[in-house]
C-alpha cells in the first residue's frame, strides 16, 4: 500500500533530510579548527542548532492551523539551503578580514551562529509537514508498520551522509566548504517535494500545497492512497 500512495515519495523527502543533518553533526566539531574557538563555544552552536530546530517545529505547527501546509516545508528548505550556503562562503578565522575579523573573531561566531539559527527553523518547517502527513496518510490498522518503517527509513542516510563527509574530508575539500554541499543537497529537497504534492493531487488529497486535516479513510476508498483499489 506504501508504495502505491504518497506516504513512499513522503518517506523519503523526510529521510533526505537526514543525510544533510549527519554531515551538519559530524562536521560542526571542526570549527573549533575553523573558527578557532573553544571547545565549549563549538557545543553551544550545536545547542544553537538544536534549538533553532525545535523552534522552527513550533512555529511551523503554530502557523499550520487545521491544514497540513508543504509551502512551508518548501520555505523551510529554501531557508536551509541560503543559510548553510551562506556557512561555506564566509572565511575561517585565519582568512577573515574587516568586520568579521573584529572582537578577536566572535564576530564571525556570531554571523555562523546566526546562519545556523535561522537555517535550523527553516529545517523545522521542513520537517513538520512531513512527518504530520506520514501520520495522517498512515492506515489506522497499520500504523505501527508505517511508523517503524520510517523510523528506519532515516537511519540510512544518516550513514550516507557521514560517508560523504568523510569522502569529502579524504580529497581533501576545507571543512566549511562542505556546508555548500549540505545547501546543494537542501536545494534538491525541493524538486522532491514537487514530486509529494503531485501525487498528493492525484490522489485528490491536496488543495494547492496544503492538505486539509479530514481523515482519508473516510474519504472514497476508490481514491484511498491506503486502499488497494488505488
Known amino acids: 500500500a506504501m508504495a502505491k500512495s504518497p506516504l513512499l515519495l513522503l518517506v ?29 563555544l563549538v557545543s553551544g552552536m550545536q545547542g544553537l542548532l538544536g534549538l533553532a530546530i525545535g523552534t522552527g517545529c513550533v512555529l511551523a505547527g503554530l502557523l499550520s492551523g487545521k491544514r497540513i501546509r508543504l509551502g512551508l516545508a518548501a520555505g523551510g528548505v529554501l531557508c536551509l539551503g541560503v543559510c548553510f550556503g551562506l556557512c561555506g562562503m564566509l572565511p575561517t578565522a585565519s582568512t577573515a578580514e574587516g568586520f568579521l575579523a573584529s572582537r578577536d573573531g566572535m564576530t564571525l561566531y556570531a554571523v555562523n551562529c546566526l546562519a545556523l539559527a535561522i537555517g535550523g ?12 502527513l506520514i ?55 525541493l524538486p522532491l517535494l514537487v514530486l509529494v504534492v503531485r501525487s498528493l493531487q492525484r ?24 486502499g488497494e483499489l488505488v
Open 12 to 40: 523519503i523527502a523526510d529521510a533526505a533530510f537526514y543525510l544533510i543533518a549527519h554531515i551538519a553533526i559530524v562536521l560542526l566539531p571542526d570549527y573549533r579548527e575553523v573558527l578557532g574557538v573553544s571547545e565549549t
Open 121 to 132: 527553523i527553516g529545517a523545522g518547517f521542513y520537517l513538520v509537514p512531513l512527518l504530520a
Open 135 to 189: 501520520q495522517h496518510l498512515a492506515p489506522a490498522a497499520e500504523r505501527g508498520r508505517f511508523l517503524g518503517t520510517w523510523n528506519a527509513s532515516t537511519f540510512l542516510p544518516g550513514l550516507v551522509g557521514i560517508a560523504i563527509f568523510q569522502l569529502l574530508r579524504i580529497i581533501g575539500v576545507p571543512s566549511v566548504r562542505i556546508w555548500l554541499v549540505c545547501a546543494a543537497f537542501a536545494l534538491l529537497l
Open 203 to 226: 490522489h485528490d488529497l491536496a488543495e494547492g500545497w496544503s492538505v486539509p486535516l479530514t481523515d482519508p479513510e473516510s474519504a472514497d476508498p476508490a481514491k484511498s492512497p491506503q
